[in-house]
């Protein structure tokens, strides 16, 4: 970033790339990737196994595996040896971090500090008191910061954790791209479609490791469903459902004086700034910013991050997504946020009803009230699978003891997703949650946003959007287009 309304000192890092030839006849520029699966992965998925399987059981969703020679992200600059620590910085430190509780890590942090050959040397948050309340709770010698840039410009320095608001992850993660940082982000990973794509690019091109904070395929409950679903132990799905969350309000809360420490116009960065009231500051009060239009895309980027991503899993869609997305109901309609608004996560309009069709004619419908949460049910022509946060509930109960490593494809998993995380900063291999991955199941919620978008402005449901996977466009709506991207303040630019 060059000015965020200020001058300030820019960072270059070089790199080089490989082209890579796909199957599908299409040539990508992408940075040298070493594509094994990281030591605390699965290891009865080897590499070899693992593409050889995938391949010859004809897996949707990809169009062609990638072919990439090791040792392809060879890191510029510093190099991590495997008794070396592994130095981190923390963006955001708000609840979803942690921390907030004199002594009490807790959250994403607490994930990292229990991983043996981590430490955090900095703190970064626009709200100063809470950059250092966490500092101090991460240990002695942590720096707090209130511009994050400031910590980029460290060279000790490895890699970032972003816990920021949504609208901050893609600038926060390419800025600490082009620093020559790792970048473990939270979900949903992006704002907008033009984000993601912005934030892939720019961590090929740094040759960069990014995780997104999917952490539910680090889970043995989810990846059992998924290996069970993609071995066809319930046929050929046919139909998934999947929660109906609401989308984002519109805000119209009063304005209030700006406490202490805290930069507002640092905090709104690449939004058009609203007047301060706390409760877009808090991720989830009345209603908070995780609820409103400008920062987050409400709970379908919430905990829709989730169980979006694990249809995504499921369908073997992670390089891709649906065909077609539309909305049955009424006209969407949103909330407005104001001095007496609610409080809940599932607060907000659910009306009209998103509806997906992914290859294969798979239909997918986001009906159900607030289960499974974080998961879905799907439905095959043998049987079916709802799987949520401790659900599992399969067609033939012999299904929950199967060895997993039996099965014919084979998927890679972790125990632990901020370890994998850490072992890919350290091999330089790609993470469970891969950049891609996480800009395809974010994708997936703001096309369902998209659609309802839609209907509001033009009054008309049932209109099936067809959705250009590979070109990120839609091919038969303006005002679909329109949405795929936002505008942006002076001085935060997308590229890399």
């Known amino acids: 970033m060059e000015t965020l309304g200020r001058p300030y000192h820019k960072r270059e ?7 890579i030839l796909l199957v599908c006849e299409k040539t990508i520029i992408i940075p040298n990737f070493n594509f094994n699966i990281s030591k605390n992965m699965s290891r009865k998925s080897d590499r070899r196994n693992f593409l050889k399987k995938s391949i010859s059981a004809g897996v949707a969703g990809i169009a062609a595996p990638y072919i990439i020679p090791s040792k392809v992200l060879a890191r510029p600059g510093k190099r991590i040896g495997a008794n070396d620590k592994v130095i981190l910085g923390a963006i955001g430190t708000g609840s ?10 807790g959250g994403l942090g607490s ?12 703190t970064a948050d626009a709200d100063l008191g809470r950059a250092q309340s966490s500092a101090t709770n991460l240990g002695s010698g942590v720096k707090a910061y209130q511009d994050y840039r400031q910590l980029l410009d460290r060279s000790d320095i490895d890699a970032v954790i972003v816990a920021s608001p949504d609208h901050w ?26 984000e993601g794509r912005a934030m892939v690019d720019a961590v090929r091109k740094h040759q960069r490791v990014l995780q997104t904070g999917s952490q539910q395929r680090s889970w043995d409950t989810f990846h059992r ?11 050929k799905v046919n139909r998934i459902v999947g929660v109906n969350y609401p989308g984002p309000w519109e805000n119209a809360l009063p304005a209030q004086p700006v406490p202490d420490g805290v930069d507002w116009d640092m905090w709104m960065g690449p939004v058009e700034p609203h007047p301060y009231n706390e409760n877009i500051k808090r991720s989830r009060s009345n209603p908070g910013w995780l609820s409103i239009k400008d ?37 969407y309609k949103p ?9 809940g996560r599932f607060f907000g309009e659910k009306d009209p009803i998103i509806h997906y069709t992914y290859p294969g004619n798979i239909h997918v419908e986001l009906s159900q009230d607030s289960e499974p949460t974080g998961g879905a049910l799907f439905i095959g022509d043998k049987g079916q699978i709802r799987v949520g946060r401790g659900i599992l509930e399969v067609s033939d109960q012999s299904w929950l003891t199967l060895p997993l490593e039996d099965m014919e494809v084979q998927i890679p998993t972790s125990e632990n997703h901020s370890q994998n995380f850490i072992d890919c900063v350290r091999d330089r291999s790609i993470p469970l949650a891969d950049v891609e991955i996480g800009h395809r199941s974010a994708t997936v919620g703001h096309l369902g946003n998209i659609a309802r978008w839609v209907s509001e402005r033009t009054g008309e449901v049932g209109v099936k959007m067809k959705w250009d996977a590979q070109a990120e466009k839609f091919t038969n709506s303006e005002w679909g287009n329109h949405f795929l991207s936002r505008p942006r303040r002076e001085g935060y630019s997308l590229k890399s």
Not at 111 to 122: I, W
Not at 335 to 343: G, Q, R, T
Request: aromatic share 10%.
């Open 295 to 331: 920062f987050c895309g409400g709970e379908i980027c919430g905990w829709g991050a989730h169980g979006l991503d694990q249809i995504q899993w499921a369908l073997n869609m992670d390089e891709s997504g649906p065909e077609e997305v539309w909305v049955e109901g009424k006209p």
């Open 169 to 194: 992850h893609a600038q926060h993660s390419i800025d600490a791209a082009k620093a020559g940082k790792d970048i473990y982000c939270e979900k949903a990973l992006t704002l907008t479609v033009e």
């Open 13 to 19: 890092v070089g790199c080089k790339y490989l082209t």
């Open 111 to 122: 994930s990292f500090t229990s991983l043996e050959g981590v430490e955090f040397a900095a």
């Open 96 to 105: 979803r971090f942690g921390g907030l509780s004199p002594g009490n890590v």
């Open 335 to 343: 909330w407005i946020a104001k001095a007496d608004s609610p409080y």
């Open 225 to 235: 469903a998924i290996m069970l679903i993609r071995n066809g132990y319930i046929g």
